[in-house]
């Protein structure tokens, strides 16, 4: 067993974490040790003989093995190919993430990392046979010479070049978080805080809410569309050299040019964002336990309703009327596996005509979720070519990838035009408005980075800053008493992120509570009579 504990720690030392090692040897080049970069495979390989050494029991290290190994393979690719970091917001994110969100990673290329990184090593382990020690004794001498050996080799790595170990490890934070498997401890870390940790008491708030009346009568119907790894930089409304918006352009929309988001990952960001909990503060638990945006105007009366196309609302209508699009279904908006966000708006007029009342509506869409982003749209609503129409997008070039993402924010475009003229059908009828807002943004290769869920810490503008847009017809500002202009000087001027969600949406949609914070409100500034 002592040699099949050294094989695997030399594997995992070596090859699961070869990109750790790339990258210790790239930042080897301001250390004049020479030791330091060869010796960092040593230390992993000796470091992982005592962990696994711990778990080198008789009819469970091989299972365990192998489930380390093909994990570990699905982590090396996604490094490798998106330079993801496992943490513990990553792990968040995938175990929040639905089986059918999992399905748009699959591709050769992940099934040939998991055949030759994972399988294949698994197969040798169960292959090799273990011869046990005569006597009990003798298994604890042989485990523990192995130990103690380890323990030695880390001991003189650590007098030749523990200075330069411990100067390149304070300047690059992310290294421990690239070990492989990582993942496996964050996911324990995950566990044992959202499933064995006593949860906070809920604690009812905004309960007090009321509806400012309109002066013409008519209830209200406000429209929030919360977008999907959309990213503000690549929006026209923006500054962007392409037209990506050519759908909504000359409808009015005001578009907010500096938002940044809670996170990088849907997870984190959407309970957060609706939270009045601001980034800093920001507590998961604490947020479950308690009143959010949506719940408060639904104490003020309001009839609210959750349309959710992109795996799920996060916790945050647990306490609202919700809906999910069926998947499943084989028609023009569905592929028997995921639906274009149009589909939303058959559900959306049913809520909207059903009767006149105060009412909000929430719609989730998948907008650019990655990276099968051609699935996000028609092939028709496809302007931009080349386009990557695959899920191994590390086998596009960076022209292919954006053409795709572009493709996907027009398609939203299309989208939010045709609820805005769904709005304008009933504007006899409601005083009508809508906003649209991501939850985070994307990397398209920049720097070497993909996809989202990168350390907020260290994570790229392009996965922080999002796109935040209100559509508000002159009937709507005069009910409310909003001055668009100011709000649209606002909106170029002003830094805000989605700590401004949850007041923002009070003030726009007239609800007065004593939660409200008006320091938050984008428009308690933008009175009409001030």
Aim: aromatic share 12%; with cysteine; hydrophobic share 40%.
């Amino acid at each position: 067993m002592s040699v099949l504990v050294v094989i695997c720690s030399v594997y995992f030392g070596t090859v699961l974490n070869f990109p750790v090692l790339y990258r210790v040897f790239q930042l080897s080049a301001g250390v004049t040790n020479p030791l330091f970069a060869y010796s960092s495979p040593v230390l992993l390989t000796c470091a992982f003989i005592i962990i696994f050494s711990a778990f080198a029991w008789p009819y469970f290290f091989k299972p365990f093995m192998a489930f380390l190994f093909i994990s570990s393979a699905a982590a090396l690719y996604a490094q490798i190919n998106f330079q993801t970091v496992f943490d513990m917001s990553m792990m968040e994110s995938i175990f929040e993430t639905n089986s059918s969100e999992i399905l748009f990673y699959l591709n050769s290329s992940t099934l040939l990392y998991l055949f030759c990184f994972g399988i294949l090593p698994s197969a040798f382990v169960f292959m090799v046979r273990v011869k046990p020690h005569r006597t009990l004794l003798r298994a604890i001498a042989s485990r523990f010479a192995i130990v103690v050996l380890a323990c030695i080799g880390i001991g003189l790595i650590g007098v030749t070049s523990y200075k330069d170990y411990a100067s390149v490890g304070r300047n690059n934070h992310d290294l421990n978080k690239m070990i492989i498997p990582a993942h496996v401890f964050n996911s324990v870390r995950y566990l044992k805080q959202t499933y064995f940790t006593q949860p906070i008491a809920f604690k009812s708030q905004g309960t007090d809410a009321k509806i400012k009346p309109n002066p013409n009568g008519k209830p209200t119907l406000m429209v929030v569309v919360l977008g999907e790894t959309a990213r503000a930089m690549n929006f026209a409304y923006n500054g962007y050299q392409r037209n990506t918006n050519p759908y909504t352009q000359g409808m009015g929309l005001i578009s907010f040019q500096n938002v940044s988001s809670c996170g990088t990952y849907t997870a984190l960001s959407v309970p957060c964002m609706f939270s009045n909990l601001t980034r800093r503060d920001y507590d998961k638990k604490r947020a479950y336990a308690q009143d959010n945006v949506f719940d408060v105007i639904k104490h003020a009366g309001v009839d609210v309703l959750w349309i959710d196309n992109d795996g799920g609302d996060k916790g945050v209508a647990r306490r609202l009327a919700q809906t999910s699009l069926d998947t499943s279904l084989k028609n023009e908006d569905c592929n028997g596996n995921t639906c274009f966000d149009l589909a939303m708006l058959q559900q959306a007029q049913q809520f909207i005509s059903n009767k006149r009342s105060d009412k909000l509506l929430v719609l989730h869409t998948i907008g650019s979720h990655g990276p099968t982003y051609w699935q996000r749209y028609p092939d028709q609503m496809a302007p931009f070519q080349p386009a990557c129409n695959r899920s191994d997008i590390e086998n596009c070039s960076d022209s292919e990838i954006v053409n795709v993402y572009d493709n996907t924010l027009v398609y939203t475009d299309y989208v939010l035009a045709q609820t805005i003229n769904q709005l304008k059908a009933v504007s006899d009828d409601y005083n009508v408005m809508l906003t649209y807002i991501s939850d985070h943004g994307e990397s398209l290769g920049e720097s070497g980075l993909y996809l989202h869920g990168a350390p907020y810490a260290v994570a790229p503008k392009e996965q922080t800053q999002v796109p935040w847009l209100l559509w508000i017809p002159e009937q709507y500002a005069q009910q409310k008493q909003l001055n668009l202009q100011c709000i649209e000087d606002e909106a170029e001027s002003a830094a805000i992120s989605h700590d401004n969600v949850f007041d923002s949406l009070l003030g726009l949609y007239g609800i007065s509570t004593s939660l409200h914070d008006t320091r938050l409100d984008i428009t308690s500034g933008c009175a009409a009579n001030s």
